[in-house]
């Protein structure tokens, strides 16, 4: 049996808790709260699928065992590739957990081996802006080491990002008072993707979206510099803001996924039941037509989150839409649109209106300026786009399935 102890810092404090400990057996697990934190009712993750109580949660089968509001704070695909390649092997799943660093996790969750927090757990290690060439040098080391996997036929190989779960290079940097996640293009990229997903982010904040602030570093390669939205400068530290991403709104598992579960509307319905404003119901409804809009169907659910702020969870500012590079805008999306599944028909994505607190009518006018963004976005693609980029990215565009 593994286990490892679960800190948490308390949403808007400094104070680090053992929120408290996960054991895994064969690939099950058990999750109990610490009894200190239980006597002082303190404020939880996900009291929905995990309620506060002095009982184990036991029998728990997702994600090898792990509780999705605790998979969050897991590395993810690239975060795995660096730990494995340190080992010389592949990890379990809490021993990719235990092994990743606490200070770069998202939200507010760390792991440890002891009962109690380490002094200053997850304060250190945040490397500066200036090492940006060095990471990308690491990064391209790293990547050297794997094939290529483009081999049968490009365009499928290309699909595999997501399947991958987010196992391009990436790392957080502080620059200043602020955290920044750093996404270089990969050597494995026949294509600046980087620069594809700044023009389309840079777009929709263009648009009004709320959307993590990016810029693009243009160094011996380009890198996507996107703001971290779960992290806060206090006093010279980094206060960190709860996530929960909607794979664990969803209780969906990565590896095996039960696809019929990513469902927008879903992620509507979860939102609800943790009272996020119904304002954020409305721009989780503009997004997915966003995506639609400049194709990007890498829109799964680890790519959608809800951050707690001012007491309140609220959906987190837009991150990861990347139009696809098919070189045709797709026809369906990640996840389900409608009632009639992922693909994008107007008459699907209307279908679910009412669990965005949409009438049909409403629905219907943020199609409409959504697909009338299409002209613009084409003029903001020419401004900060070129060659095969600008010509994938233009194909991608499917704003006619939202007026078909
Ligand atoms: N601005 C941000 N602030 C905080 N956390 C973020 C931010 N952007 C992304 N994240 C977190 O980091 C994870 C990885 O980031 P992202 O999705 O951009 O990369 P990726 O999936 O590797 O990208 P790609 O699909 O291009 O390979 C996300 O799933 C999310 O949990
Ligand atoms: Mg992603």
């Given at each position: 049996m593994a286990s490892a102890y679960i800190y948490m810092q308390l949403p808007e404090s400094d104070e680090v808790v053992t929120l408290g400990r996960l054991d895994i057996n064969r690939g099950i697990g058990a999750f109990v709260y610490s009894p200190t934190y239980v006597n002082q009712r303190g404020w939880v993750p996900d009291p929905i699928r995990y309620p506060l109580r002095g009982e184990f949660h036991e029998g728990i089968t997702t994600n090898s065992g792990i509780p999705g509001f605790i998979r969050d704070?897991?590395?993810?695909?690239?975060?795995?590739?660096?730990?494995?390649?340190?080992?010389?092997?592949?990890?379990?799943?809490?021993?990719?957990?235990?092994?990743?660093?606490?200070?770069?996790?998202?939200?507010?969750?760390?792991?440890?081996?002891t009962k109690t927090p380490p002094r200053g757990v997850g304060q250190a290690g945040m490397a500066n802006i200036t090492s940006l060439e060095d990471f990308i040098a690491f990064a391209d080391n790293i990547q050297s080491q794997f094939p290529r996997q483009i081999d049968v036929v490009a365009r499928q190989a290309l699909r595999q990002r997501s399947s991958l779960g987010g196992a391009r290079p990436k790392c957080t940097l502080r620059r200043g008072e602020q955290l920044i996640l750093a996404k270089p293009r990969d050597?494995?990229?026949?294509?600046?993707?980087?620069?594809?997903?700044?023009?389309?982010?840079?777009?929709?904040?263009?648009?009004?979206?709320?959307?993590?602030?990016?810029?693009?570093?243009?160094?011996?390669?380009?890198?996507?510099?996107?703001?971290?939205?779960?992290?806060?400068?206090?006093d010279g530290r980094f206060r960190r803001i709860p996530m929960l991403s909607a794979l664990t709104l969803l209780d969906s598992d990565w590896q095996a996924p039960e696809r019929n579960r990513?469902?927008?509307?879903?992620?509507?319905?979860?939102?609800?039941?943790?009272?996020?404003?119904?304002s954020d119901l409305h721009e989780l409804y503009k997004r997915m037509c966003f995506n639609a809009l400049v194709g990007n169907d890498d829109d799964h659910p680890k790519n959608h989150a809800i951050i707690w702020q001012g007491n309140a969870w609220r959906l987190s500012p837009m991150y990861d839409v990347?139009?696809?590079?098919?070189?045709?805008?797709?026809?369906?999306?990640?996840m389900e649109v409608g009632?009639?599944?992922?693909?994008?028909?107007?008459?699907?994505?209307?279908?679910?209106?009412?669990?965005?607190?949409?009438?049909?009518?409403q629905a219907e006018s943020v199609l409409d300026e959504v697909a009338g963004w299409e002209a613009e976005l084409i003029t903001h693609y020419q401004q900060h786009l070129a060659g095969d980029e600008l010509m994938l990215a233009s194909q991608a565009i499917g704003a006619f399935r939202l007026r078909e």
């Open positions: 704070a897991a590395p993810d695909g690239w975060g795995q590739r660096v730990l494995a390649k340190a080992a010389g092997s592949d990890l379990d799943a809490i021993g990719y957990l235990m092994k990743s660093t606490n200070h770069d996790r998202t939200g507010n969750l760390m792991v440890g081996t050597r494995h990229d026949d294509f600046d993707v980087p620069a594809m997903e700044y023009a389309c982010m840079s777009f929709a904040q263009v648009k009004g979206l709320n959307v993590a602030k990016v810029e693009l570093h243009r160094g011996s390669k380009n890198v996507l510099l996107v703001d971290r939205f779960d992290r806060i400068a206090q990513w469902r927008y509307a879903a992620v509507a319905d979860e939102m609800r039941r943790r009272q996020v404003p119904l990347v139009p696809t590079l098919d070189g045709e805008s797709p026809a369906s999306l990640s009632s009639s599944g992922r693909r994008v028909t107007r008459e699907n994505m209307l279908s679910h209106a009412k669990h965005f607190d949409l009438s049909i009518e």
